[in-house]
């Protein structure tokens, strides 16, 4: 279960590198990595550093899309 938000990132690091540019995509990893040393230092549980990351995902999602998602 916590593979998806994992394998999700870096998809979307890939799909979205035209959209973030190299910047962009060096700032996103850079702060996963973040992520994952504060949370390893700090000895948090793996679900908190999974939680981070999903909410990472998501505001990629919004950056890949331009923001125009549609809820029915």
Do not use: H, N
């Not at 938000?5 to 690091?13: A, H, K, Q, R």
């Not at 035209?18 to 850079?30: F, H, N, P, Q």
């Amino acid at each position: 279960m916590m593979l998806i938000p994992f394998v999700g990132f870096w998809i979307l690091v890939y799909i979205g590198r035209d959209e973030l540019g190299l910047k962009g995509a060096v700032l996103c990893i850079a702060l996963w990595i973040g992520l994952f040393v504060g949370s390893m230092k700090l000895s948090l549980p793996s679900y908190y550093f999974t939680a981070a990351q999903a909410l990472l995902d998501a505001i990629l999602i919004i950056v890949i899309v331009g923001g125009d998602i549609r809820i029915r």
